[in-house]
């Protein structure tokens, strides 16, 4: 109960705002995909909220379907470009995947030793930097 109540009020990463925003003025479809079935309405509000209209799809991995399909299926299925996820189990399922793939660095994986394909992120300028080294920008 209490992360559904806190969930829909946490305020964005610092950096998140204007990155996403940097993403879709250079002509990107910024996607959200989360495991997090059992918090769908409080989600959804918290990135209308947050990130006015630039997620304009969000998927909720788990609830998709008679089969329900993983986070990796629909990153597949949505042949997105850059990933970036802070868990280490969906990184790893994403390692050899065509798109850039970034882990983003929070306590719970600091420690963790990841491929050397994979890149760790700290902050959302790191992600528009990989973002732009990719040569996305128009």
């Known amino acids: 109960k209490f992360m559904r109540e806190v969930g829909e009020f946490l305020p964005a990463v610092e950096g998140a705002k204007d990155v996403i925003s940097y993403f879709v003025e250079n002509g990107d479809e910024v996607i ?3 495991a997090r079935k059992d918090m769908v309405e409080q989600t959804q509000r918290c990135l ?31 042949n997105a470009g850059l990933i970036v996820d802070d ?10 995947f065509w798109g850039r793939v970034l882990l983003y660095n929070m306590r719970w994986n600091e420690e963790v030793i990841i491929p050397d394909k994979i ?3 700290c902050d959302w300028t790191m992600i528009k930097e990989e973002r732009i080294k990719l040569g996305f920008d128009k």
Not at 70 to 78: A, E, G, H, L, S
């Open 32 to 34: 959200a995909v989360t």
């Open 48 to 78: 209308n909220r947050e990130f006015d209209e630039n997620i304009r799809r969000v998927y909720f991995a788990g609830l998709m379907g008679e089969n329900r399909v993983t986070k990796y299926q629909v990153i597949k299925r949505v």
């Open 87 to 96: 868990r280490v189990e969906y990184i790893l399922q994403y390692n050899g």
């Open 119 to 121: 890149g760790r992120v």
